[in-house]
């Protein structure tokens, strides 16, 4: 499989599946010696600028969308939470975001700042005019409002967006998630912090974006600026 290009994902669903047959159903764990998984490469995510994020929120097509994508930057959630989220889970007065159940089945309080809560009021207000907010019922209503917006819609908006705003970084929904992570830490916000409202578990999911924060990187010296150098050459 190597040989032929295979993606370290594929190789590793083809060795526990080959585990699986060898270990489970034929009982030779002897067979399983030479079965070993393959590191899978970890990139570094592409991260938007505040001004493309704020171009690009600028650009969705219409209110519902803004707020459901701003939901995504803004309290750094993935497009299934925002998608699952109900009326009831914003909770003005604490100032939070109940997100049940979210990756890992695990629940947890995403950050609700004024402006987004502003926002959300304001698409709250347009969706009870429409007819869609039914009482107990989803934040962002699909066509039938008995049912939830789905995330293939939000990606849809997000990519239209993108184009409208003239991005073309390769981007996806999911780096609006990336986008929150890094710009708080460029803000300094501590990485255990982050780490929570992320909902990772582990700390060192969370600090890979230490890589990439703007203001980590620049709060380096390169040992260039230490060299006393003579005049340019000419080019």
């Known amino acids: 499989m190597r040989s032929g290009g295979a993606s370290a994902t594929a190789m590793n669903a083809a060795v526990s599946a080959l585990r699986f047959f060898f270990g489970v159903t034929l009982g030779r764990d002897d067979a399983q010696a030479g079965m070993t998984t393959v590191r899978e490469p970890r990139k570094l995510p592409v ?4 001004e493309e994020v704020t171009r690009l929120l600028d650009a969705a097509p219409g209110l519902q969308y803004r707020a459901a994508l701003s939901l995504a930057y803004g309290a750094g959630l993935r497009a299934s939470e925002v998608v699952s989220l109900k009326v009831s ?3 003005s007065e604490r100032g939070v975001i109940r997100v049940e159940q979210g990756k890992g089945r695990k629940d947890r309080y995403a950050m609700l700042s004024d402006p987004l809560l502003d926002l959300l009021r304001a698409w709250w207000r347009a969706g009870r005019d429409r007819g869609v907010m039914l009482p107990g ?8 409002p008995v049912n939830p917006l789905t995330t293939r819609q939000l990606r849809r908006a997000f990519d239209g967006a993108k184009a409208a705003a003239g991005i073309d970084k ?9 986008c929150f992570a890094t710009h708080l830490l460029e803000q300094k916000v501590d990485i255990r912090v982050i780490q929570v409202l992320l909902g990772h578990k ?4 969370a600090a890979r974006y230490s890589h990439i924060a703007s ?3 620049r709060a380096v010296k390169s040992p260039l600026e230490h060299l006393t150098q003579g005049p340019l050459p000419p080019a």
């Open 215 to 217: 203001t980590t990187l």
């Open 89 to 91: 889970d914003i909770d």
């Open 202 to 205: 582990k700390l060192d999911t």
């Open 47 to 50: 991260v938007l600028s505040a």
């Open 137 to 144: 019922g989803w934040l962002f209503p699909g066509q039938n």
């Open 170 to 178: 390769p981007i996806s929904l999911h780096t609006l998630r990336h």
